[in-house]
């Protein structure tokens, strides 16, 4: 099962002098994504629930390492909720396409 696997990388970060912290991603309040583009304009994503804790050690360099069983060949859903939420940093990494631009494309 994913734990266990989590458990031994965590184990062996640990180990090597590495600070980690688990998250047990079912067990916390985080809300989807809504797509409302704040965090591409520079302010902080419009929900303030835990998945907000992860997303801002992971923009502060924080590693991540996610585990989940599959579903259907994909991800769970309460998985996916927070990689979708992972966006509000990579949008500022890398630029993201501009909601307007993207209607013109389509």
Do not use: W
């Amino acid at each position: 099962n994913c734990e266990i696997i989590v458990d031994e990388i965590a184990k062996g970060a640990e180990e090597n002098g590495h600070t980690v912290t688990k998250y047990i991603i079912h067990d916390l309040d985080v809300a989807p994504c809504s797509g409302c583009e704040l965090c591409n304009k520079g302010k902080d994503c419009r929900y303030e629930d835990d998945g907000t804790e992860i997303i801002d050690k992971l923009a502060n360099g924080a590693s991540v390492i996610l585990a989940s069983p599959i579903y259907f060949g994909q991800m769970t859903a309460q998985a996916k909720t927070i990689v979708d939420r992972f966006y509000s940093i990579f949008c500022q990494i890398i630029p993201c396409i501009e909601s307007d631009t993207l209607q013109n494309i389509v």
